[in-house]
């Protein structure tokens, strides 16, 4: 239904005017007031039957054995015997113990799953636990590692530039060897090990040839490696010799053959005569000449062998020449020792200064002739020894004697010779 609203003044017990409401709302209030009044009845009605219901369990309450209830399923009633208790309650011995040990423990070992070892000796339970063979060691030597099982990363950190051994040539711990030089390699060098040059002279350094392509040779010969860098063009590596002991003739160059060594040797000056006075002088011998010539395996040379010179005479040249120019005359060669009658004391051997006098390839080179040795004196009136007096061509002849039995007679110088390597 619908509520008027309008303004109502309410007077107190004094008549004074202490409030005005809206006469809608003291309609809402009487409402309120009707249904408040309808719970509070059914409030009352509820502890009626509370007070019905407590009235009830106290009569239970009323009726119970304690007797009965007073063992030890359901309560403590026989607290007065706390030993009797704990055995009311199925407590054991353990009930008042603070800390157990060994004494206390009886039944089966306590599994792993409970914290345990599951087993009754200390191997069981090593084994149990996965323990292996190390876990019973104080220390571990090399007997436990097992071969290569040490890596580069556990074996240890090294220094820069460093290999790990021992330098010394003694037993010990090993270090770091440095290498503190670019181009160094490791060697021994006496009884110490270490990084630097490599020393060509010993043998036991050097092992093989170093090939042309590694800056080498490829080759142990002089002849071989000047083939191998160019210089010379061999034929199957096949090198021809060639010796002229005497006498004169032509050499024709071998095809194929582009260059060849020459060596000529000039005839040996004759020893010195016996003197009135004295010995006579050794003869000098004769000079050597060296030569390289470019052939071109064509065409040939002329030779001429030095003849050995007669007493108290000098030794011939030899020579070489192609298309008739002289590659090398070893001359003047040996002189014969003097063997004047007036001489007081002996003749002096030959000046042994041959040398070469003309060549025609500009690699040649000479070695002199050696002086023959002086006469003896009056006394034993021996000849000089010729120079070079082993050498089997060239050689100065003996000068002449007459100390002892049969005295000693002079004689000629060796013949010279010539040589031809053709590469």
């Given at each position: 239904m619908g509520v008027r609203s309008s303004n109502t003044t309410l007077k107190d017990e004094d008549d004074d005017y202490a409030h005005q409401i809206v006469i809608g709302d003291l309609e809402r209030l009487s409402m309120d007031a009707s249904v408040n009044t309808a719970a509070i009845a059914v409030n009352a009605a509820g502890i009626a039957t509370n007070t019905t219901d407590i009235a009830a369990v106290a009569a239970d309450l009323a009726s119970l054995d304690l007797s009965v209830y007073a063992q030890k399923a359901s309560n403590l009633s026989d607290l007065a015997d706390v030993s009797v208790a704990r055995t009311n309650l199925g407590l054991g011995s353990?009930?008042?113990?603070?800390?157990?040990?060994?004494?206390?423990?009886?039944?089966?070992?306590?599994?792993?799953?409970?914290?345990?070892?599951?087993?009754?000796?200390?191997?069981?339970?090593?084994?149990?636990?996965?323990?292996?063979?190390?876990?019973t060691l104080s220390a571990v030597n090399t007997a436990q590692i097992t071969n290569a099982a040490v890596t580069d990363d556990k074996l240890r950190f090294s220094a820069p530039l460093t290999v790990i051994g021992r330098s010394a040539n003694s037993t010990g711990a090993p270090a770091n060897i440095a290498a503190a030089t670019d181009g160094?390699?490791?060697?021994?060098?006496?009884?110490?090990?270490?990084?630097?040059?490599?020393?060509?002279?010993?043998?036991?350094?050097?092992?093989?040839?170093?090939?042309?392509?590694?800056?080498?040779?490829?080759?142990?010969?002089?002849?071989?490696?000047?083939?191998?860098?160019?210089?010379?063009?061999?034929?199957?590596?096949?090198?021809?010799?060639?010796?002229?002991?005497?006498?004169?003739?032509?050499?024709?160059w071998t095809s194929g053959k582009n260059w060849a060594f020459v060596m000529l040797i000039g005839g040996g000056g004759g020893g010195g005569s016996i003197g009135s006075f004295g010995g006579g002088g050794g003869g000098a011998s004769g000079a050597v000449v060296y030569a390289v010539i470019r052939t071109g395996g064509t065409g040939s040379a002329a030779y001429s062998v030095g003849a050995g010179g007669a007493v108290n005479f000098d030794g011939n040249d030899t020579s070489l020449s192609v298309s008739g120019v002289p590659v090398a005359v070893g001359g003047p060669l040996g002189r014969g020792g003097s063997s004047l009658m007036l001489d007081r004391f002996s003749g002096?051997?030959?000046?042994?200064?041959?040398?070469?006098?003309?060549?025609?390839?500009?690699?040649?080179?000479?070695?002199?002739?050696?002086?023959?040795?002086?006469?003896?004196?009056?006394?034993?009136?021996?000849?000089?020894?010729?120079?070079?007096?082993?050498?089997?061509?060239?050689?100065?002849?003996?000068?002449?004697?007459?100390?002892?039995?049969?005295?000693?007679?002079?004689?000629?110088?060796?013949?010279?010779?010539?040589?031809?390597?053709?590469?």
């Open positions: 353990l009930a008042t113990l603070s800390s157990i040990n060994n004494s206390n423990w009886s039944g089966t070992a306590l599994a792993l799953a409970n914290g345990g070892t599951g087993a009754t000796t200390a191997t069981d339970a090593r084994t149990n636990l996965g323990l292996g063979a190390l876990a160094q390699v490791l060697r021994r060098d006496g009884t110490t090990l270490g990084f630097g040059a490599v020393n060509l002279n010993a043998a036991a350094a050097v092992t093989g040839t170093l090939p042309a392509a590694n800056g080498g040779t490829g080759s142990t010969s002089a002849y071989n490696a000047l083939y191998a860098l160019g210089g010379l063009w061999l034929a199957g590596g096949v090198i021809i010799n060639t010796t002229y002991t005497s006498g004169a003739g032509t050499h024709s002096r051997g030959g000046s042994g200064t041959g040398q070469a006098t003309q060549l025609y390839f500009p690699f040649a080179w000479v070695v002199p002739g050696v002086t023959g040795g002086s006469g003896n004196n009056d006394t034993q009136r021996e000849g000089g020894s010729g120079g070079n007096p082993s050498a089997t061509y060239g050689a100065g002849g003996h000068g002449a004697g007459d100390h002892g039995p049969n005295g000693i007679v002079a004689t000629a110088g060796g013949a010279g010779v010539i040589v031809i390597r053709e590469i």
